[in-house]
């Protein structure tokens, strides 16, 4: 059972990434999926989360109004759309997954977690 994270890359500020996260290995439908992110010194950091099949979705202030999360269960990929990307997002973004469908920002409360996938924001 595991997580792939992909897309990240190099960027210059403003533009735009999608994230992806693909599960195997079981059916992640019925759980929340969730990004967090670490920047270089930094603790790991909530981003953003929505439930099973949609229905509700949180994000931090710092990416409110310029990320959005989704998910498509048919495939049990979940993806991170950032724009008006800042040298600021430039971190080593992680999918996780929460079988009790929490919606949660706290990571201790995440099942699997994606192997991480760099993103660089240049000024």
């Known amino acids: 059972v595991q997580l792939q994270a992909s897309g990240g890359g190099l960027v210059q500020s403003g533009d735009s990434l999608r994230l992806s996260c693909r599960g195997s290995?079981?059916?992640?439908?019925?759980?929340?999926r969730a990004w967090f992110r670490q920047a270089p010194g930094k603790e790991r950091e909530f981003v953003a989360v929505?439930?099973?099949?949609?229905?509700?979705?949180l994000y931090s202030d710092s990416v409110k109004g310029r990320f959005t999360i989704s998910r498509d269960n048919a495939v049990n990929t979940a993806f991170l759309q950032m724009n008006s990307l800042k040298p600021e997002d430039t971190a080593v973004y992680y999918c996780?997954?929460?079988?009790?469908?929490?919606?949660?920002?706290?990571?201790?409360?995440?099942?699997?977690w994606g192997q991480g996938t760099l993103v660089t924001v240049s000024s």
């Open positions: 996780a997954a929460d079988r009790r469908n929490r919606g949660s920002s706290v990571a201790e409360d995440y099942d699997y």
């Open positions: 290995g079981r059916t992640f439908s019925s759980y929340a």
């Open positions: 929505m439930s099973s099949w949609g229905r509700t979705t």
